[in-house]
């Protein structure tokens, strides 16, 4: 019940997904439609569950997914074959610096060998060591200036072909682009620019269709709120 968020695995031909109502990482058979539990409060570990688990991302070079969880205010790392499940990152993992508030995404920037987590109260993205669990602050109202400041954001998606992640925001009903380097905000589309036409009203996720052009927002429809790979990790 309740499926928060999905992702496809190019390795297997599957997909997973993180369903709060279930508090479960699930797999699901493309072919098939098989959905067997990858990760639950009965697998291995009951002492730390996934309550509720809010998007997932998946990196293939260690064969876990990454987890984001909303109560546990963590990134958690699921073996994709064990389901066993350990703490990447919280507010005393590694470290108590720059500690989650209410991380609701999350994307791979595998390039630069981190997530990068969408904090709804905060305001801001993190960016997650992936060796280390260490957090720093790539965008906020205050970095690099208080230009376009993140009103909740949900969503992220990496958009590594223009050097940028894309942030779509419920409070703004807008879809902001995060510079990777300067870190700067730009509004790629609202209810202003370019024009008026077809404004948004509650956006909640985003993909990027990579042969079709500009990434289409997806409202309420398959992701109703986190991140979204559908291309597989880099």
């Known amino acids: 019940g309740a ?6 695995d190019a390795g297997t031909r599957g ?3 993180v369903s709060d109502g279930l508090v479960a990482v699930v797999a699901v058979d493309l072919a098939t439609g098989a959905r067997p539990i990858l990760s639950d409060g009965f697998t291995l570990d009951i002492t730390m569950l996934l ?40 507010g005393s993992t590694p470290n108590n610096r720059n500690p989650f508030s209410s991380p609701v995404g ?3 920037d595998a390039a630069n060998r981190r997530a990068l987590v969408v ?11 992936l060796a280390t669990g260490a957090r ?18 949900v969503s992220i998606m990496l958009d590594a072909d223009n050097g940028r992640a894309l942030v779509v925001h419920r409070g703004l009903a807008a879809v902001v682009a995060v510079d990777l380097a300067a870190r ?25 269709a990579a042969a079709h052009g500009p990434p289409p927002v997806h409202p309420k429809t398959l992701v109703p709120g986190p991140a979204v790979e559908l291309r597989g990790s880099p």
Do not use: Y
């Not at 499926?3 to 496809?8: M, N």
């Not at 997932?56 to 109560?71: F, N, Q």
């Not at 205010?73 to 703490?87: E, M, P, W």
């Not at 904090?119 to 060591?129: K, N």
């Open 119 to 129: 904090e709804a109260f905060l305001g801001a993205v993190l960016a997650v060591d």
């Open 184 to 208: 700067a905000r730009t509004i790629l589309s609202d209810g202003f620019p370019p024009n008026n036409t077809n404004p948004f009203r509650d956006p909640l996720g985003i993909v990027l």
């Open 51 to 90: 309550r509720p688990p809010r998007g997932i991302v998946l990196h293939d070079a260690t064969r876990r997914g990454l987890v984001v969880d909303a109560d546990l205010v963590a990134v958690v790392a699921v073996d994709l074959v064990t389901g066993a499940r350990t703490i990447l990152s919280d």
């Open 106 to 108: 999350i994307v791979l």
């Open 3 to 8: 499926p928060k968020c999905v992702v496809l």
């Open 15 to 17: 997909g997973a997904v």
């Open 136 to 153: 720093t602050i790539l965008s906020d109202g205050s970095t690099p200036n208080n230009t376009n400041p993140f009103s909740f954001p």
